[in-house]
């Protein structure tokens, strides 16, 4: 195949606009665009404990042992590889999904803390500048976010206190996902680690524990996701605020001109709107 080539354009004699920055500046702005990245995920620690309790359980675990699970046929339901499901291959398939779920919140989390942006270009994971899929990089996000807050307060009745409208889209940074992590460091630790010693076996005394502890882990299952949801709505409930008063700006303007923008809301204005705006 045929690759074409230019030369690039001969800039000699052009005024090139260029930020005035310091070195200390330049180097921020380096790093952030480094390989190595500026930031850190500050559940990191967190999900790299729970992830090894996780892998030493499964480590633990002989998915062979324990009562086969029959359908209601009398069949045995088989596993992900196709085994029969024993008392402690559905622990194991559990674990693994918890695992895959961490994992998950991990490619989320690492993208609001702005280490998404040092992945390497071309990653199957992040866009450029750290993006994943429809939600934005750091930079992005502060920027909604920043709005969001700006618009916030200049909204806000001079009565009320003022309000932080800023963090709600970095919210898994700022506890959450440090207190679901704990929660799930508690159950493997605690809870798992109690049910392979006191039943080894996984026989019939083992299923009453075994439903109790499988709903806990299902619940932690569906908290990561939730958790995850609850961000990425946060900053679409921001986003689809600002476009709204940014209209509403925009409104404003069309007010300050007689000839076309408040002859086309004379037009399409409702009755509310019209009597605000006094046509």
């Keep these: 195949m045929p690759v074409f ?9 052009c005024d090139i606009p260029s930020l005035d920055l310091s070195t200390a500046e330049k180097s921020i702005m380096e790093l952030v665009g480094s390989e190595d990245g500026a930031f850190q995920n500050p559940i990191e620690d967190a999900m790299s404990s729970v992830q090894g309790s996780i892998g030493n359980a499964l480590a633990g675990i002989n998915t062979s042992l324990g009562v086969t699970f029959n359908d209601a046929n009398g069949n045995p339901i088989l596993d992900e ?23 998950a919140f ?16 071309g990653s199957d994971t992040y866009g450029p500048g750290g993006i994943q899929g ?18 916030k ?28 992590m704990r929660s799930i460091q508690s159950l493997v630790d605690g809870d ?17 524990e075994l439903s109790s502890l ?17 961000d990425n709505l946060q900053f679409e ?19 300050d001109e007689p000839c076309f923008g408040t002859r086309l809301l004379g037009k399409i204005g409702s009755p509310d709107f019209k009597g605000i705006a006094g046509l």
């Excluded at 963090?167 to 959450?176: T, Y």
């Excluded at 798992?192 to 009453?208: H, K």
């Excluded at 499988?214 to 609850?230: E, R, V, Y």
Aim: avoid cysteine; hydrophobic fraction near 40%.
């Design 81 to 103: 590889d196709n085994n029969p499901l024993t008392t402690f291959g559905f622990l194991s398939q559990e674990l693994g999904t918890l695992n895959g779920q961490v994992d």
């Design 5 to 13: 080539t230019r030369p690039l354009l001969d800039v000699t004699g």
């Design 237 to 255: 409930f921001a986003l689809d605020f600002i476009a709204k008063q940014t209209t509403g700006l925009s409104v404003l303007s069309m007010l």
């Design 153 to 180: 307060e200049t909204l806000r009745d001079p009565a009320q206190a003022a309000e932080d409208h800023y963090s709600p889209i970095f919210n898994s940074l700022f506890g959450p996902g440090d207190d679901m």
């Design 192 to 208: 798992v680690a109690n049910f392979m010693t006191n039943f080894p076996t996984g026989g019939n005394d083992s299923l009453t």
């Design 134 to 151: 429809e939600y934005p990089g750091l930079g992005g996000l502060h920027s909604v976010a920043s709005q969001f807050n700006t618009l």
């Design 106 to 121: 991990r490619i989320h989390s690492d993208r609001l803390s702005g280490v998404s942006i040092a992945d390497a270009f």
């Design 214 to 230: 499988g709903a806990n882990i299902a619940d932690l299952q569906a908290s990561i996701p939730a958790l995850i949801n609850d």
